[in-house]
């Protein structure tokens, strides 16, 4: 089972994305995955609503302790060049390993495959107050837990805490397409405007990650 996500967030450089992306895809994922513990990976282009751009990659394994044995700062000086020339591409990179707290399935769970959906909506956070804690975990599993579960063009989501990172909490939607995302899912977004609901009184608060909350599209595996 899949209990661990290594999400990587960043921006390719200028005139690099074309030789980044193939050795991305065709080199540096496979060596990924061929390590004990790794079982997917899927790689998202950023910038389709939200705050996002650039891209964010996503590794899943059995659990956090996957890729902390050995950890990202013991791989860094290890890296062959082709490696390190292909990672100094990367700007403002920022990552977070997480563990999963609650996942949910939706309506479209038989849709989502190996790896995570073609369509996702990823938020990273610190909430300031254990009391406002408090009252996103309640928001969580009583109210947007429940709407998952039956919403259409949903896959599913899962709540995730940082083991590594500077923001606590994250939240990963999975969407069949952004088609789906727009039509079924936008409207219940709005009510983080609207302070009469329970929504609009937690989430204005959240502190975000620079890359959060961000919607992106599946470029591999192709979607």
Same mark, same amino acid.
């Given at each position: 089972?899949?209990?661990?996500?290594?999400?990587?967030? %960043?921006?390719?450089?200028?005139?690099?994305?074309? #030789?980044?992306?193939? &050795?991305?895809?065709?080199?540096?994922?496979?060596?990924?995955?061929?390590?004990? @513990? %790794?079982? &997917?990976?899927?790689? %998202?282009?950023?910038? =389709? @609503?939200? +705050?996002?751009?650039?891209?964010?990659?996503?590794?899943?394994?059995?659990?956090?302790?996957?890729?902390?044995?050995? *950890?990202?700062?013991?791989?860094?000086?290890?890296q062959p060049e082709l490696t390190k020339r292909h990672m100094a591409m990367r700007v403002n990179a920022v990552a977070a390993i997480l563990a999963e707290e609650a996942r949910v399935a939706g309506p479209e769970t038989r849709d989502r495959g190996e790896t995570t959906a073609p369509v996702i909506q990823l938020g990273h956070y610190n909430a300031p107050t254990p009391a406002l804690?408090?009252?996103?975990? @309640?928001?969580? #599993?009583?109210?947007?837990?429940?709407?998952?579960?039956?919403?259409?063009?949903?896959?599913?989501?899962?709540?995730?805490?940082?083991?590594?990172?500077? =923001?606590?909490?994250?939240?990963?939607?999975?969407?069949? *397409?952004?088609?789906?995302?727009?039509?079924?899912?936008?409207?219940?977004?709005?009510?983080?405007?609207?302070?009469?609901?329970?929504?609009? +009184?937690?989430?204005?608060?959240?502190?975000?990650?620079? %890359? *959060?909350?961000?919607?992106?599209?599946?470029?591999?595996?192709?979607?």
């Amino acid at each position: 089972m899949d209990h661990g996500i290594w999400a990587i967030w %960043y921006e390719i450089a200028d005139g690099q994305r074309e #030789a980044y992306l193939d &050795w991305f895809h065709q080199v540096h994922i496979p060596e990924k995955l061929a390590r004990p @513990g %790794y079982r &997917w990976a899927a790689h %998202y282009a950023l910038g =389709h @609503g939200g +705050r996002g751009r650039g891209y964010v990659a996503l590794f899943g394994g059995d659990n956090t302790q996957t890729f902390l044995n050995p *950890s990202p700062r013991q791989l860094a000086p290890r890296q062959p060049e082709l490696t390190k020339r292909h990672m100094a591409m990367r700007v403002n990179a920022v990552a977070a390993i997480l563990a999963e707290e609650a996942r949910v399935a939706g309506p479209e769970t038989r849709d989502r495959g190996e790896t995570t959906a073609p369509v996702i909506q990823l938020g990273h956070y610190n909430a300031p107050t254990p009391a406002l804690e408090d009252d996103l975990g @309640g928001w969580y #599993a009583q109210e947007r837990f429940p709407l998952l579960a039956k919403l259409p063009g949903c896959v599913g989501a899962r709540k995730l805490l940082a083991t590594v990172g500077a =923001h606590k909490h994250a939240i990963l939607h999975e969407f069949t *397409s952004l088609e789906t995302r727009e039509h079924h899912f936008a409207a219940h977004e709005a009510q983080r405007d609207d302070p009469a609901t329970w929504m609009g +009184r937690v989430v204005p608060q959240l502190e975000h990650a620079p %890359y *959060s909350p961000a919607v992106g599209l599946r470029i591999w595996p192709a979607a």
